[in-house]
């Protein structure tokens, strides 16, 4: 890949990750941390709880990073810190404060090791910062690192009976998906294009449902790549699957390649009508 | 093994209704009766909050009794209705936060403390449950309820059968008809293997269900339990009942399933199975019960797609 294309492919990618990689992850907070009833930490008075209940009812994100401050400060042994962190993670992801993210991710990974949605999380996190330089390339590994537990974990963990099997596997598959999108960002930024084209492939394989922006990742990369073909087939599945956001950025990458091979059949024509021998 | 997680949450929505929303019946022990708010003026909307709760209207009720919260921020009465009208709507974090509003407001009463504990309950907060019911028998020593749902809890997430026999005890003592306190303290007596004891308490469960024509179907379950190995026949009958009586609960098939098959039905044993498997379909060890009944009856192909799926739901569900 030349400087020119592996700079607008980084760009496309900086757009995916900001725009896209946020919401889809967020939407993981909804479903809790797949506990069974009896393994939720437990208060150990009302007052730890309804401050407890006071983060996950904040109106936006910086009152839930204020309101996590004051309930580590004011119940540093409480079992609910590790959730605390996590929503302090989430609400630094909306604030697009990747480094922050970060660091509470960690605080929460602390806590609970084995949370595949924080370990996620904090390994897009990093991605997200090195793109827009918050953090730094060293910390590539351990974005790998996240995403590579978040898969042996999502093959060995047990799921409380509330979930049924059919909708445990379509969010395993989607969380699987982003874990291979991850790993394959890593390997863009590490400029290993084989790899990430595997990985990239591997996020829409994992996924029943797979998204928009997973076709977009590949087609961004096969288009780099010089593979037209399957850029094709990638962003048309893209505009398919949408949202609007990755269908408008897909449109526009469709329109080049194909204005592309229209200028080349343009100039074959022009080169036919030049050779055609005069009858 | 029977059902090991008790359906709690089933039995207190008829409970919340008829102890809770009795508006103007003062009369009537733990029930909530709307004080004035300090202001003539709002009497109307009182009333009217009164009626939108009696007539089930929660969305409606919970938007006036917010608005109610707002405009006298220190009485407790409009917070509990709120806690009231969003515990129907099924919204337990807005529940705990206008009850707790309401209890720091310096309300009191047993059917504060009851519905807040439910309301922990629903969130898996246990501990701060059983803080709740006991609050609930310190504020009304008389009331059965608060130790009936103590002896639910203990019977099934809190694993200690002695415990909630002691607590079903007091509940019993205090409400001695009520059918659903016998009951589990039978199937406690059950579990710890005193069968006698089991059968009298599910036979009393049974007598007052039929007296007051109410539809229990656990006793029942109960009784073909215990006889499924004494009297078949009997078994049959009580499971059969169970099944009329509570077709959607899985575990009244599975019992009429076990005593089918130990009658020689095995595609009857086979289709009561199925139906468990449909109305709980995360629970393994249906689909082996499966697996064993369609070798018995020749059947290898779907005996091994059980098989398949019982080891797929072991390995995925973390056992409670």
Redesign the interface.
């Known amino acids: 890949m030349n400087n020119k294309k592996l700079s607008w492919f980084m760009s496309c990618m900086l757009f995916v990750s900001f725009l896209l990689g946020t919401a889809r992850f967020r939407s993981f907070a909804q479903m809790g941390p797949f506990l069974s009833p009896l393994q939720v930490p437990q208060a150990k008075t009302e007052e730890e709880y309804d401050a407890y209940l006071e983060i996950l009812t904040s109106e936006n994100p910086e009152q839930t990073v204020a309101r996590v401050k004051s309930f580590a400060r004011n119940f540093p042994k409480s079992q609910l810190l590790g959730l605390a962190f996590e929503h302090e993670m989430l609400a630094y992801q909306r604030l697009q404060e990747w480094f922050n993210v970060l660091h509470s991710g960690q605080k929460a990974l602390q806590l609970e090791p084995r949370n595949v949605m924080t370990l996620l999380t904090v390994a897009a996190a990093i991605i997200n910062g090195i793109h827009n330089q918050t953090i730094d390339h060293s910390l590539l590994d351990e974005a790998e690192q996240y995403a590579v537990e978040s898969i042996q974990e999502l093959g060995t963990m047990t799921i409380p009976h509330q979930l049924s099997l059919d909708r445990w596997e379509r969010i395993r598959g989607d969380m699987e998906g982003q874990a291979h999108e991850i790993l394959g960002e890593i390997a863009v930024i590490q400029g290993n294009n084989q790899k990430a084209r595997k990985e990239f492939e591997a996020s829409i394989r994992a996924n029943p449902d797979p998204h928009g922006v997973q076709f977009l990742r590949l087609g961004l990369l096969s288009e780099s790549l010089g593979n037209d073909e399957q850029a094709s087939q990638a962003f048309g599945r893209a505009i398919e699957l949408g949202p609007e956001s990755v269908r408008n950025l897909a449109r526009r990458e469709l329109q080049k390649i194909q204005s592309g091979w229209a200028g080349q059949a343009m100039t074959r024509d022009k080169q036919t009508v030049k050779t055609t021998p005069p009858k | 093994m029977r059902s090991t997680r008790l359906p709690i949450a089933i039995l207190i929505g008829g409970f919340l209704f008829f102890s809770y929303i009795a508006f103007g019946h003062a009369a009537q022990k733990g029930t909530l009766v709307l004080q004035p708010l300090g202001s003539t003026e709002r009497s109307e909307d009182l009333a009217q909050l009164q009626h939108l709760l009696l007539t089930s209207q929660w969305a409606e009720a919970a938007k006036l009794a917010e608005a109610l919260t707002k405009d006298f921020p220190r009485n407790p009465e409009p917070f509990y209705a709120l806690g009231l009208a969003q515990w129907r709507l099924g919204k337990s974090?807005a529940t705990?936060?206008a009850l707790?509003s309401a209890e720091r407001l310096g309300l009191d009463t047993g059917a504060l403390h009851k519905l807040l504990g439910m309301a922990?309950y629903r969130?898996?907060?246990?501990?701060?449950f059983q803080?709740e019911m006991n609050q609930a028998i310190q504020a009304d020593m008389q009331d059965y309820e608060p130790y009936y749902f103590l002896g639910l809890y203990y019977s099934s997430?809190g694993g200690n059968l002695e415990t909630a026999v002691t607590f079903l005890n007091e509940a019993i003592a205090r409400n001695p008809d009520d059918m659903k306190s016998i009951y589990y303290r039978g199937y406690c007596e059950e579990m710890m293997n005193l069968r006698s004891d089991a059968q009298a308490d599910y036979l009393r469960a049974i007598t007052l269900a039929e007296a007051s024509h109410q539809s229990f179907s656990l006793p029942y379950q109960g009784m073909a339990d215990v006889l499924l190995r004494t009297n078949l026949g009997q078994a049959a009958r009580y499971a059969q009942k169970a099944v009329e009586l509570g077709p959607q609960l899985d575990s009244n098939h599975f019992i009429l399933a076990k005593v089918e098959e130990k009658q020689g039905k095995l595609s009857e044993a086979a289709e009561q199975l199925q139906e468990c498997a449909r109305l709980n379909?995360?629970?393994a060890s249906y689909h082996y019960m499966l697996f064993r009944l369609y070798m018995r009856m020749g059947k290898n192909a779907s005996a091994q797609s059980e098989l398949k799926l019982f080891n797929?739901?072991t390995?995925?569900?973390?056992?409670?």
């Not at chain 2, 390995?315 to 409670?320: I, K, L, Q, V």
């Open positions: 974090i705990i936060q707790r922990y969130v898996d907060q246990y501990r701060l803080l997430d379909s995360t629970k797929k739901l390995a995925t569900y973390s056992d409670e």
